[in-house]
């Protein structure tokens, strides 16, 4: 049985925002970020948050961070009661936040990490031990003693990420860390992190993207309007779909189409997943999509679509998340209003 | 109710790594600026601009052949009209310079970011507040004894009149109550997100009842106490008692510096505790994030 090192019991934040749409008359809007969240994160795990933007993966690591107040509920990092014993939290972990914007511009990367290995407590001599092992594991002799405002946006990034790693916490907090970096630094920085679990450290990791989560972690929370709404390893998930194909179809697909596939038997859901220059990307799940294409393309011409690439695809867990919320990854929650929430694919 | 206890890592509270969290934010802080040589020297130059409109003011008026000094005199204490304005100034540049440092320091690093990378850490707010005060202090206290030093070879005034000591302690002690109210500007501004314009209007508010340009005595009964009730009404009043035959408040220079000294020892702490109050009412909301 593994042991938890962060427990999260029932978890909500409710933000209170005005809303100027009349002058000098502000309306106050509640956004729940969280819904009662349970959780628990196990010792020496990767473990995944992945869901839209909006969803409330933010705001879930904010208050773990004690950075929010949650408005109800509690929770234990690494035994110490985020409440009560808010400074032993934060000596627990290591946080990338905001990414690059959590450096000082107009100091270099090294006074940077002096800057914040002091104000993590670690000796002025272990500092330095550190700033050097750093250096070595994340190849910073480059740009490490110049101003990060002359950084690349990469070279930023990956300063923050070794700073997130300057007290050597057992916990790290990873809020989408490879969200400006190109696929190169990305996939290096995924390299490390996964070498820091090897070594033993628990990481959080949130990602939007589907691919990140399923190469990186051992077990994924998928999140949507501040619910948790599906937990497991990976290969867990995809099976819990119960359905067998997917096929990607690419082109220029006009709006409606995707629910008029839908409404073909044995069609289980259908969904634009990406939309690129004015192409599109229509994701179909079904049970047996050898026997269905022909019936899909049928639709498809009626409406007079045109496809140009055709791609069975194994399942991802954004397949998942697209059959419990009728979304893709890719759109903005605050851009779907609420009522449409559930009203598509089937909860599980 | 518990959960697996996996260490901490590197951190290590002692003394030496407390201090280390004060001194590494002072440090940090003077690397920047250092980095901004500019702005310092316009900083320098900001009183003498203050202090040069009243004086040209009081040089026009003499021409005409009152004698402006005898009748400042009368109301001042002083016929050194010059050095009176150019104290007035320099303390009214030190109120600027401890509000803006401190108070809006927090709501600069919320602007650029760091400010939640701070707040993640262990280190105890006082500790980082500490530096970053410590730093606006040495800052204050420097820019005020530059400033006055150009100021009396641009305008003719004997610097070295009077007793400085007293001055200086003056100075020094009267910086700490503006700390305090540094923290309540600070609450203030990150409660009132978009406050620019209503901190300018407060600082010049601050000027007038401080008496910058004009003794404070002359103001009538109830502006006169509210006047009385600024802690930098008196540093002002006491650095210009002690260099020129102004006068102190309560006649000696010991009484009025125990009350800045009594201010010293309670608006900090008032600041402070409304500071750490908005902070936690914040995270209840929004959070100290840019939002
Ligand atoms: N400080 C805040 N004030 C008001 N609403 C907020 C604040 N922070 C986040 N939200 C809202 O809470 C929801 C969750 O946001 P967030 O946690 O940032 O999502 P994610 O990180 O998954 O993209 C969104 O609807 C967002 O608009
Ligand atoms: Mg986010």
Known sequence: ???AIIKVQNMSKTFISKERKKFLRPEKREIQALKSVDLDIYDGEIFGLLGPNGAGKTTLIKCLTTLLIPTEGTAWVNGFNLQKEENLVRASLGCMLMGERGLYWKLTGRENLEY???????????????????????????FLDRTVETYSSGQKMIMAFAKSLVNDAPILFLDEPTVTMDVHAARELRRIVKELNREGHTIVYTTHQMFEADELC???????????????????LKKSLKIQDVVNLEGVIPKGVAEKVKAIPGVKDAVIKDVKAGKSTLGVMCDNSRKLLPKIMEVLLENEVQIEYIQPQDITLEDVFIAKTGRALSVDTSEVPEEEKGGAGGRV | MGTAIAGLGLYKKTPRTSFGVFASVLK????????????LIMELFMPIVFAALPIMLGVSLASGGTPVAENWKISSGTADFRAFMLIGACTFSVVS????????????EMVTGTLESVWVTPAKKYLVIGGVTGYALIRAFTAFIISFLIGSLIF?????????LIAVLFIMIGLLPLWGISFMFGALILKVKEANSLINMLQW???????????VTVLPGFLRYVALSFPPTWMTNGVRASLLEVGYFFEHWYIDLAIIFVFAAVVPLLGYMVFMRTEKRLKKNQGMGLY
């Open chain 2, 205 to 215: 508010v601050l000027a007038f009842f401080m008496g910058v340009y004009f003794p």
């Open chain 2, 156 to 164: 003719g005034v004997n610097p070295f009149q009077g007793n400085i």
């Open chain 1, 116 to 142: 914040f290995g002091a104000l993590y407590h670690v000796p002025k001599e272990k500092r330095k031990e550190r700033i050097s092992y750093l250096t070595d594991l994340l190849n910073l002799q480059e």
């Open chain 1, 218 to 236: 051992q077990r994924v929370a998928i999140i949507d309007r501040g619910e948790i709404i599906a937990l497991g390893t990976p290969t867990q």
């Open chain 1, 1 to 3: 049985m593994p042991r």
């Open chain 2, 28 to 39: 940090a802080r003077l690397i920047i600026i250092s980095r901004y040589k500019g702005s």
């Open chain 2, 97 to 108: 310079l401890m509000t803006w440092l401190v108070g809006f320091w927090v709501r600069r």
